[in-house]
């Protein structure tokens, strides 16, 4: 395995000083990298349904949620780049208001799924309850990979590991919007 030097080259471990070649880069560059494309693939998949037109849609959860995704995702890309430039100070600030931030994509994305099914009549519902898994799911796995993000917060490559797993959270919304909608 290699091990990445303060001056951003990696080396071997093994007593060779030789570089090493075939080392994807996993550093706070490609993280906010991945983030950054995540943000582009979600403007994609949701340019028909919300982008596009925004005032049209009535839903102010919609709105909500989409302003805190947005932040989420935001501090996703951010984050790693103030871990790169060395201000812990700014990355420890930006995480303490996570605290408050993740629930509130948690909160809006359960308003959200609640007052488009509640609004359903009986037979739309029993055709259509089976796609509540999909947010259920991604929210489950957002919450799981905040907490164990705080729980690991002094274990840099366990922290960013399962905020990387926030962000995967997201895919799967993505993904369907990018089927459906083209």
């Known amino acids: 395995g290699c091990?990445?030097?303060?001056?951003?080259?990696?080396?071997?471990?093994?007593?060779?000083?030789?570089?090493?070649?075939?080392?994807?880069?996993?550093?706070?560059?490609?993280?906010?990298?991945?983030?950054?494309?995540?943000?582009?693939?979600?403007i994609a998949a949701?340019?028909?349904?919300?982008f596009s037109h925004p005032i049209n849609v009535s839903e102010p959860y919609v709105h909500a949620h989409v302003l805190f995704v947005g932040l989420w995702m935001s501090a996703l890309i951010i984050q790693p780049l103030l871990i790169r430039a060395r201000r812990f100070d700014l990355h420890r600030a930006l995480g303490r208001a996570s605290l408050v931030?993740?629930?509130?994509?948690?909160?809006?994305a359960l308003l959200l799924a609640h007052s488009r099914f509640s609004r359903m009549d009986d037979a739309t519902f029993t055709r259509s309850a089976f796609t509540l898994y999909l947010p259920m799911m991604s929210i489950a796995g957002f919450v799981v990979s905040f907490g164990l993000a705080i729980v690991f917060r002094r274990q840099r490559a366990a922290h960013s590991a399962f905020m990387l797993g926030t962000a995967l959270a997201l895919v799967d919304a993505i993904v369907v919007r990018l089927i459906f909608f083209y």
Do not use: Q
């Open 3 to 42: 091990k990445a030097r303060s001056s951003r080259r990696a080396r071997c471990r093994r007593p060779s000083t030789r570089a090493c070649n075939s080392v994807i880069d996993t550093g706070p560059a490609a993280f906010s990298a991945a983030a950054a494309i995540l943000v582009v693939a979600s």
């Open 46 to 50: 949701f340019w028909k349904p919300y």
């Open 101 to 108: 931030l993740a629930p509130l994509v948690c909160m809006t």
